[in-house]
């Protein structure tokens, strides 16, 4: 009798599908990949369902011997951030939540209003981030907030867990203070996001973050009944992504990577993007650096740009006229076929109009979301002369740009795609790469790979060097 094909099965909750990866255990190969809409409303063991008969129509029978999981269905992590100043601890605070996979409903500064708590309550995040201040500077501002939080009452006193990462010599009254409030309050401390100025400490917040991911996020998404059927559920879907992208840009000790790169990952709710760059400045001549340092492994998310759930963010943020000039369609028809995405986001084009839709949106998505990312350059003349002052990290010389996300891969313009995401002379000061050769993630695998990496790195780049192929260069 044949004996099944032996696989590890990686597994992503996507807000808009489900997706399922199989993996040969003994070699380094791809079996198949598949996808199913996700049924996070009803049950999320149906969709996973589906796109196992989908890939096993593929493969044939399987025998899984691991399974692993990444989530972001339902909007994915849901986190609202407060700090003293906004471009200093309210900024690191942004940067610990995003590179951790969470998704930023609200980032506050100075002290928390009556309307703020308000506003807080209505929200429901899925966790809280508490910042402010350096070790030995403002106490003033965390302590006024933990108790503004402290006295939520009635329906705004949902109790989402609190993460206290502010001033050290306040963290211990926060924790005090916070306890006494709201039965039931989950609270945690980590070392301050920002124990001196401009110096940034944000990878203890983004454990705490993960981990509270993985003991509470996923039940209240009711993905804990496949628990039995799963290994373990890792990490949020962007933190996989992450990890994929920054093994593709090192390598390992035994494989080559392929060097500083950008990513961008568009999906129906966000469209995400990713630099493994150092981001210092390529002009020359005297540039000042403006801001926060940046991580070298940065991830930023649109919340409001996607292919579907947010597709009339992308039509807010570009205009009607930007995407019947990108499509070829009338407003009236871009208008219309926005509302009937938004109503049914499981919708895929069946004609030209839709395709013509879908690229509009795409390309618009991904020129937001990248100039977003990007940081910028602007000139200054000083008493002692001309100098330039960078903002955020200077992409323009990275030269790998990995596209990813079923727009992207579906549709037969990637290059056209791409090109949104270099630089354009009509936004001279924005500092995206000017030239790269583009990748296509043509099989949607660097969620899987980052799964795959926690535990087979080798195996999971030679994976992604076989399957993310070189489409071309853009310029």
């Given amino acids: 009798m044949k004996r099944d094909m032996e696989a590890i099965l990686l597994i992503d909750f996507g807000s808009t599908n489900t997706k399922v990866t199989a993996v040969d255990p003994e070699g380094e190969g791809l079996l198949g990949t598949a996808a199913a809409y996700t049924t996070v409303d009803t049950d999320v063991g149906t969709g996973l369902a589906e796109a196992l008969e989908i890939l096993q129509k593929q493969t044939g029978p399987l025998k899984i011997i691991k399974r692993f999981a990444c989530s972001s269905a339902a909007g994915g992590l849901r986190m609202i951030t407060s700090g003293l100043v906004p471009a200093l601890t309210a900024e690191a605070a942004r940067l610990a939540s995003l590179g951790a996979g969470a998704k930023i409903i609200r980032v506050f500064s100075y002290e928390l209003t009556e309307e703020d708590i308000l506003e807080i309550g209505a929200l429901k995040p899925d966790i809280f981030l508490l910042t402010g201040g350096v070790d030995g500077g403002n106490r003033e501002c965390i302590l006024h907030n933990a108790k503004m939080l402290a006295s939520m009452s009635g329906s705004a006193a949902e109790p989402f867990p609190i993460i206290i990462a502010g001033n050290r010599g306040a963290a211990a009254e926060c924790e005090t203070i916070l306890a006494a409030g709201i039965a039931g309050r989950e609270i945690f401390r980590c070392p301050n996001v ?84 150092k981001g210092f400045p390529q002009r020359n001549g005297d540039v000042v650096m403006k801001g926060l340092p940046e991580p070298e492994s940065k991830r930023t998310v649109e919340g409001d740009i996607g292919m579907r759930y947010s597709s009339a963010g992308v039509l807010e943020v570009a205009g009607a006229e930007k995407l019947s000039l990108l499509s070829g369609l009338s407003v009236e028809k871009i208008r219309a076929g926005v509302a009937y995405l938004g109503l049914h986001p499981d919708a895929i084009p069946v004609s030209e109009e839709d395709a013509a839709l879908d690229f509009a949106l795409a390309a618009a998505a991904i020129e937001t979301a990248v100039t977003r990312h990007a940081g910028t350059i602007e000139e200054v003349y000083t008493p002692a002369g001309r100098v330039f002052v960078q903002t955020g990290k200077d992409l323009s010389g990275v030269d790998r740009l990995i596209l990813t996300g079923g727009a992207i891969i579906h549709n037969g313009r990637a290059g056209d795609l791409a090109a949104q995401a270099l630089f354009n002379n009509e936004n001279p000061a924005s500092l995206r790469p000017r030239a790269a050769e583009i990748y296509i993630d043509k099989s949607y695998i660097l969620a899987a790979m980052g799964l795959l990496a926690e535990t087979w790195p080798d195996k999971a780049l030679s994976i992604m060097r076989k399957e993310i192929q070189v489409y071309g260069t853009g310029k």
């Fill in 194 to 277: 920002m124990p001196a100025l401009n110096k940034l400490n944000i990878e203890p917040v983004q454990e705490e973050i993960r981990r509270l991911f993985l003991r509470r996020i996923i039940q209240a998404k009711g993905l804990s009944r496949e628990q039995e059927l799963i290994s373990g559920i890792l990490m949020p879907t962007p933190s996989a992504v992450k990890r994929a992208l920054e093994l593709l840009s090192a390598g390992t000790d035994t494989q080559k990577g392929l060097g500083e790169l950008v990513a961008v990952d568009l999906g129906g709710a966000t469209t995400d993007v990713y630099s493994v760059a």
